[in-house]
């Protein structure tokens, strides 16, 4: 460091001195400019990333207020299973009760390439934190209306699950054994959490889904006054989670996950279930919209016409591996770091102590050879 330090010094002094002072006064202004059009020419690609889009709702595959013929045979785009039960205000998937499963799938596979999905739901009852159980879900999958241990959906499900888990079972599961989570990976409870499964996945009750997590946030939802919202994006293979639970009405970031392969033509649902801890798990309102573009790059209509050339056909994340290392390189990184400029510190102390010692021996050397 010391070294290219003094030597791009020396190169200055080598300039011309007319040169080298105009050049000094000009060369902060230059670099001023050249670092704004960076950024503005940053600013203008992330524009494009943003693509103006228009929103259509679409009602095949939305579940709204009255809720007109669900759960009544065949003449409502939703089908209800289980102990779920409709009311006026909500579709209820499960009361607050034990051992409950109830579910609404849609009927119909949807075809959008692009989608997003705002879901009011309410999670509420008797227990009091960590008595109350387990939570519920949202999917996108290729099967419906199977049973099983998954929030009330089938385990090696086919697709996308969202999973509003309250139940901490790992924590339980630890503290009975006298163990403790160090802070970094503990998660705190209620987790949203996302997974992909590709039909032979499986999902780890006992772990809260840890080991397939593609990621997730605390959410604080039981037991509110104002409403709580959930919000999955699929769009151009980014999976993008959002909730919406403080009363402030803004989304908070949840999770963003690019090259998330999705097939066409799954099933959206919600499920929930209870065991020996148990909640209301209600939803008010699955609302689909479409996502359309309307303005973008021609970069991204090649990639549209490269995508469309290899139709997905199971679904998959990329990378995964990268993503599962980066949670790991994270939560290291401080430590790493540390270590990194502890040493360097001593390396480099050490270094200039020898340099000292050889320095002051040439000196005494070549003292003794002049005299
Ligand atoms: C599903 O994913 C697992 C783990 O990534 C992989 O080992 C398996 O081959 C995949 N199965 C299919 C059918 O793609
Ligand atoms: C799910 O898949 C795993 C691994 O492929 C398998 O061991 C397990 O039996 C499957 N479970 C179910 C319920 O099909
Ligand atoms: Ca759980």
């Known amino acids: 460091m010391a070294a290219t330090g003094s030597s791009s010094s020396q190169h200055r002094n080598h300039n011309s001195p007319l040169g080298s002072t105009t050049k000094r006064k000009t060369m902060p202004f230059k670099l001023h400019w050249a670092i704004i059009c960076l950024i503005l020419t940053l600013n203008g690609s992330l524009a494009d990333d943003d693509h103006e889009m228009e929103e259509f709702l679409k009602r095949e595959y939305s579940l709204t ?13 939703w089908e209800l299973m289980g102990d779920a039960m409709v009311t006026t205000e909500q579709v209820r998937l499960t009361p607050d009760m034990q051992s409950r499963q109830g579910a609404v799938w849609s009927r119909m596979p949807c075809n959008l390439q692009d989608w997003e999905m705002q879901v009011h739901f309410k999670i509420h009852g008797q227990g009091k934190k960590n008595l109350n159980g387990d939570g519920m879900a949202i999917w996108y999958t ?9 929030f009330g959906n089938m385990d090696n499900f086919t697709g996308l699950g969202v999973f509003l888990d309250t139940y901490p079972n790992e924590e339980k599961h630890l503290e009975a054994q006298k163990k403790r989570y160090s802070p970094r990976t503990q998660r705190v409870f209620p987790f949203v959490l996302a997974m992909v499964g590709n039909g032979s996945i499986s999902y780890d009750h006992e772990r809260d889904g840890r080991p397939t997590e593609l990621g997730g946030c605390s959410a604080m939802v039981r037991n509110l006054k104002h409403d709580t919202f959930l919000f999955i994006r699929y769009f151009r293979r980014r999976l993008t989670v959002m909730i919406d639970v403080d009363g402030q009405h803004e989304w908070r970031d949840c999770l963003d996950i690019p090259g998330v392969r999705l097939p066409l033509g799954y099933y959206f649902g919600a499920t929930a279930i209870t065991g020996d801890l148990s909640d209301n798990h209600d939803v008010v309102s699955l ?4 996502l359309t573009v309307l303005r973008g790059g021609k970069e991204e209509e090649e990639e549209e016409e490269e995508e469309e050339e ?6 998959s994340v990329d990378n995964l ?3 599962r290392l980066g949670e790991v390189e994270e939560g290291s990184s401080g430590i790493v770091l540390f270590f990194t400029i502890l040493f360097s510190m001593l390396g480099f102390i050490f270094l200039l102590v020898i340099g000292l010692v050889v320095y002051s021996q040439w000196n005494e ?5 002049f005299y």
């Open 65 to 77: 207020k009255p809720y007109q013929g669900v759960g009544s045979l065949g003449s409502s785009h």
């Open 142 to 150: 290729k099967e419906r209306t199977q049973k099983g241990p998954v």
């Open 287 to 290: 609302k689909l919209y479409q």
């Open 310 to 315: 290899d139709e997905i056909t199971i679904p």
């Open 321 to 323: 591996e990268l993503l």
């Open 365 to 369: 050397s070549r003292r003794k050879r």
